[in-house]
Structures are given as structure tokens and as C-alpha cells.
């Protein structure tokens, strides 16, 4: 039975998602959620995910909430993305959760998705010092290797390249972190590798 997930292109979490289904050969269709439009509080949605957050994965009978539980429940099903040390690409999954999507989505939002003159500066500098901090963890742990855990890409990697293709600014740029950016490349050559915006329905075009 074909998996469904309730998803919009702006979303780094979803796209952990649908990426994972991508490069594990999974049968997945998305639904477009119109997130900026209260898609995500409609009654019918909040049945689905009392949190009013995107993804939601549906498959026959199941549904599933959150990035990674999503990514474990994939790559379990189809014994793809787990090649390695387990707690070791859940290490990284799960600072992708804390450190990693959490601030990057959050900075990504609030300096490019709220009105000008709604943005606030002293959150939005706060925060950038905490992006800035991840991101030199990331460029670090990638000099002198091709992938996030082990020898082969997995889940951490799925996870933690999440928010990095989004062409929106939030502090992240590629030749200032040379080690990211090769393996940004490294995974956009991947078989069924495709960007967000091309991914999943849904970017700013379609609303300017």
C-alpha cells in the first residue's frame, strides 16, 4: 500500500521525511498541507495530529507523527539507512531534534516567513549565535568523512541535511563550511535524491 504524507515544500522536517522515502525506494505519495494558509488547525488535520505539525505519515492503518519516527518506522519496513553503528546514527538524529532542525527551522522562519516588521531582532540574534555553534559541530564531525555515521549514508544523514538545501537565509553558506557543503553533494547524487521545492508540493513562489 502506497504511504501517504501530509507535507509542505517549505518544511525541513517533512523533507527529512519524504528524503528518507526518496533514497529508501519507498512507495510514498505527498499531500500538500497550506501551512501559511492554517492548513496544519483545521479540524481534519488536528484529527490526524493533535500537535497541528507537519508530517504526517499514513500507511495502511498507521499513522505517524514526528521526522523521526518516521525515518525509524521507513527504515526499518525496508532495511535501508541503517547500515552502521544504530546508536551512533541515532545520536546524530536525535541532535538533529535539539540542535540542529529545531533552531535552523526556527531562525529560517522567523528571518524569512513573518512580515518585516514582525521579526524579532533580539530573538533572531540570540538565536543565530546557536546556529552558528551548530554548524561548526556539524563542519567539524564531517572534516575527514563522507557521511554522518559510518561508512554509508543513513539516517543521520537523512536528518541532519534536512534544512541545508533551502535557498532562504538563516546563516548557513556553503563556502564558509566546506566540509557540509561536500557532503550536501554527496547526497544530491544519491539515486532519487530531488531538492525540497521539486520533493513536495508548496514554496514561496506560489504565494508572492
Known amino acids: 500500500m502506497t504511504a501517504t504524507l501530509?507535507?509542505?515544500?517549505?518544511?525541513?522536517?517533512?523533507y527529512k521525511a519524504a528524503l528518507t522515502m526518496a533514497l529508501a525506494d519507498y512507495d510514498w505519495t505527498p499531500v500538500w498541507v497550506d501551512f501559511f494558509h492554517g492548513g496544519a488547525r483545521r479540524?481534519?488535520?488536528?484529527?490526524?495530529?493533535?500537535m497541528g505539525e507537519v508530517p504526517v505519515f499514513v500507511e495502511d492503518g498507521l499513522?505517524?507523527?514526528?521526522?523521526?519516527?518516521?525515518?525509524?518506522h521507513v527504515a526499518e519496513r525496508s532495511g535501508k539507512l541503517m547500515t552502521g553503528d544504530r546508536d551512533e546514527i541515532l545520536r546524530w538524529l536525535f541532535w538533529d531534534n535539539h540542535k540542529g532542525s529545531s533552531q535552523f527551522g526556527t531562525l529560517r522562519f522567523l528571518m524569512n516567513f513573518l512580515p518585516e516588521e514582525k521579526r524579532p531582532a533580539e530573538a533572531i540574534r540570540w538565536l543565530s549565535g546557536?546556529?552558528?555553534?551548530?554548524?561548526?559541530?556539524?563542519?567539524?564531525?564531517?572534516e575527514g568523512r563522507d557521511w554522518m555515521a559510518g561508512n554509508a549514508p543513513s539516517l543521520a544523514d537523512t536528518a541532519c541535511c534536512g534544512y541545508l538545501y533551502y535557498p532562504e537565509p538563516f546563516g548557513f553558506e556553503r563556502d564558509r563550511?566546506?566540509?557540509i557543503s561536500a557532503w550536501l553533494d554527496r547526497i544530491a547524487a544519491l539515486p532519487g535524491w530531488q531538492h525540497p521545492y521539486e520533493m513536495m508540493p508548496g514554496n514561496p513562489a506560489d504565494r508572492a
Open 43 to 50: 479540524p481534519e488535520f488536528l484529527a490526524l495530529n493533535e
Open 6 to 14: 501530509y507535507c509542505f515544500g517549505e518544511s525541513g522536517n517533512a
Open 177 to 179: 563550511f566546506p566540509a
Open 63 to 72: 499513522t505517524l507523527t514526528q521526522s523521526a519516527v518516521i525515518q525509524l
Open 130 to 142: 546557536r546556529v552558528q555553534a551548530a554548524l561548526t559541530t556539524l563542519e567539524q564531525h564531517l
